[in-house]
């Protein structure tokens, strides 16, 4: 009889995002407008459940309000209205403060900040000198505030999420942080650590096959380390390696590694069907999800167990379409 398995992507808890709270159409922008970001309403948040935040309104600022920047010294700017010339930084510094200790509890697994924002931006946000002239190499105050805090959670900005490769890479992160999340709650052992780094390690080594070998490493020496300081480093590490750019030649490795699980079973005009397939993608002629679709088909039917668990084959929910423009 064959073994019931967990869907790679249930969870035992929500996947909450953070984001910033104008992109889901609320009107607290300066001007009492919003930046309604469609593919965060109609589709992302069909997936997540969205913990809204608008540092401005929240520091007590309200809407509509004099528009604000960031002033002076690049690594401790001032936010000031910019005609009236009033700082609120002291009250954003608080709302942050405040705001960031009550998200522990939420347990984010993301953040999507409004770019260019000086309370939200996550880069090149605008910084003015004392003459007034910007330079682009700010981040927003709660931004900044956030980052520190939370070094782990994948942040994005809404305008990046338009870039089809940055998007499948920030959403994939983030049900990967929320897989992670769940395996620290149920309490971390050497053995359940194993077992997560190998269901991980086709979608690692199509990021970076050099950091999939440090993290191999680090499993090998786990009896070395207590279980808490091996989760703190293998998260860190684990992170940071999803965060390196898939490549169309790492995808081909890992799909050719995969192939060769069950080439032996395939006929001669399967096999070269399937290399076909992969050559195309190669090639860029056809999206990942084509080979990927092929390669699941032989997965099922062969029931490979050690490729059917393998989390590269349904890194986010399939209904997003996240591989079909990759
Ligand atoms: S960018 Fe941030 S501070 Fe500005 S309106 Fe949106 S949520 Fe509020």
């Known amino acids: 009889m064959k073994k019931a398995t967990t869907h790679p992507l249930r969870t035992a808890l929500p996947t909450r995002i953070g984001v910033s709270r104008c992109l889901l159409g609320e009107k607290v922008r300066y001007d009492g407008g919003h930046k309604r970001d469609q593919f965060l309403t109609d589709v992302l948040g069909r997936y997540v459940e969205w913990v809204p935040i608008c540092p401005e309104v929240e520091a007590g600022l309200g809407a509509p309000r004099e528009a604000m ?21 002291r009250a954003l510094e608080t709302m942050t403060r405040n705001r960031l200790d009550g998200l522990k509890s939420f347990d984010l697994s993301g953040y999507v900040f409004k770019k260019g924002s000086p ?23 709660f931004a900044r505030g ?6 782990l959670i994948p942040v994005e900005e809404e305008g990046r999420l338009c870039d089809s490769t940055l ?7 983030v049900f990967c942080y929320r897989r992670w999340q769940d395996l620290i709650q149920r309490g971390i052992t050497r053995q359940a650590l194993i077992q997560f780094h190998t269901i991980h390690k086709y979608l690692l080594l199509a990021h970076s096959p050099q950091q999939y070998k440090v993290l191999g490493r680090l499993i090998g020496q786990a009896h070395q380390y207590r279980p808490k300081e091996l989760a703190h480093r293998y998260g860190e590490l684990f992170m940071k390696t999803l965060a ?7 995808h081909v ?3 050719q590694h995969i192939l060769g699980h069950f080439k032996e079973r395939l006929s001669a005009h399967e096999k070269a069907e399937l290399l076909g397939v ?3 993608f190669h090639q860029e002629l056809t999206p990942l999800i084509v080979p990927l679709t092929l390669i699941k088909h032989y997965v099922q039917i062969f029931d ?23």
């Open 119 to 141: 309370s939200c931006g996550i880069e090149r946000v605008r910084i003015y000198n004392e003459q007034g002239v910007p330079s682009r190499n700010g981040i927003g105050l």
């Open 167 to 173: 998007r499948e890479n920030f959403i994939e992160r």
């Open 253 to 255: 490795n890992v799909l």
């Open 278 to 280: 992969i050559g195309d």
């Open 244 to 250: 390196v750019k898939t490549t169309v030649r790492k």
């Open 304 to 326: 490979v167990r050690y490729i059917r668990d393998q989390i590269y084959l349904n890194p986010h929910p399939k209904e997003l379409m996240l591989r079909n423009h990759v």
């Open 146 to 151: 956030f980052i520190e805090q939370f070094p």
């Open 69 to 89: 920047r960031l002033v002076g010294d690049p690594h401790r700017p001032r936010l000031v209205t910019i005609d009236s010339h009033i700082d609120h930084t």
